[in-house]
């Protein structure tokens, strides 16, 4: 997985990766969250992609459009 670089220390996540059509996140907890197009939509797994490669505002994304729309954890 590639490192989540928390740049205002603000944030669970610690590491993701993705594919074309998922992305799966890893939190502080050790838990780790695989969101596909076909859980949480093509549209919310694009942005998070987009999110994860800024490092900023993913954990804050995820808790507002998908927190629940996950496929396994």
Same mark, same amino acid.
């Given at each position: 997985?590639?490192? @989540?670089? *928390?740049?205002n %220390?603000? +944030? %669970? $996540?610690?590491s !993701?990766? @993705?594919?074309?059509? =998922?992305?799966? $996140?890893?939190?502080?907890? #050790? +838990?780790? @969250?695989? !969101?596909t !197009?076909? +859980? &949480? %939509? ?9 999110? &994860? ?5 993913? #954990? &804050? =994304?995820? #808790?507002? *459009? $998908?927190? @629940?729309? =996950? $496929?396994? #954890?």
């Amino acid at each position: 997985m590639i490192p @989540y670089k *928390n740049i205002n %220390w603000d +944030s %669970w $996540v610690i590491s !993701y990766e @993705y594919w074309e059509d =998922y992305i799966k $996140v890893k939190f502080k907890d #050790n +838990s780790i @969250y695989v !969101y596909t !197009y076909e +859980s &949480a %939509w093509k549209i919310h797994i694009d942005k998070m992609k987009q999110l &994860a490669d800024l490092w900023q505002g993913l #954990n &804050a =994304y995820i #808790n507002t *459009n $998908v927190k @629940y729309l =996950y $496929v396994k #954890n």
